[in-house]
């Protein structure tokens, strides 16, 4: 009886096979949609702060030492994987990324710094990335309108008038100067 009972057992155990990963003895890889370490690509980080005003743990800092440098600093030792920086980013600049493997004695492997060079906007005064291409450089690009300064028109770009060369001539734009003439508006 208690031989039966034993193969039994035995047999049920050995049924389901082997259900469990040799890890850490062999790599586990993440299931998709796993919220690891989140990663930046300073390529397309513009500085906004949108991730740090948005992140729950406070983990994400924003400083200006000067006025041409912004410095993000990513504390990774408080962070919660929770996403929101991600999905928060406007320029999908965060990927919430499959590193699982974060155990560390050295703080200052949980921490990313970007460092980006900015300039700063002269209507509201905070700083704006300036390596790449950025959200200013494509608000003249965007919307259904170009208003031509020394032509004094609005062109619609879906007109055949429009043509990005007018944003080029654009930047030649010198103040007037000299008395205001009769007819000058
Ligand atoms: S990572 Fe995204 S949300 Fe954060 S500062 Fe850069 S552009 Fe803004
Ligand atoms: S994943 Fe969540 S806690 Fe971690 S940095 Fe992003 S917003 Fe903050």
New binding site residues.
């Given amino acids: 009886m208690w031989l039966i009972s034993k193969l039994r057992q035995l047999a049920l155990v050995l049924r389901p096979g082997v259900v469990t990963l040799r890890y850490p003895f062999e790599p586990a890889v993440a299931p998709e949609g796993f919220r690891g370490r989140?990663v930046w690509d300073h390529h397309k980080c513009l500085g906004c702060g949108a991730?740090s005003d948005?992140?729950?743990?406070r983990?994400?800092l924003v400083s200006d030492p000067c006025q041409e440098l912004r410095v993000m600093l990513?504390d990774g030792a408080r962070?919660?994987?929770?996403?929101?920086?991600a999905e928060i980013c406007p320029e999908q600049a965060i990927t919430m990324s499959g590193d699982f493997e974060m155990a560390s004695g050295d703080r200052e492997d949980l921490t990313t710094r970007l460092e980006l060079f900015m300039l700063t906007c002269q209507r509201c005064g905070r700083c704006y990335e300036m390596e790449n291409d950025n959200v200013l450089d494509r608000l003249d690009l965007k919307g259904y309108r170009y208003d031509h300064l020394e032509a004094r028109a609005m062109i619609r770009k879906t007109s055949p008038q429009w043509s990005a060369d007018l944003v080029r001539e654009s930047k030649t734009y010198s103040r007037p100067t000299g008395r205001p003439q009769p007819g000058d508006r």
């Fill in positions: 989140p991730c948005h992140c729950s743990a983990c994400i990513y962070c919660t994987y929770c996403g929101r920086c």
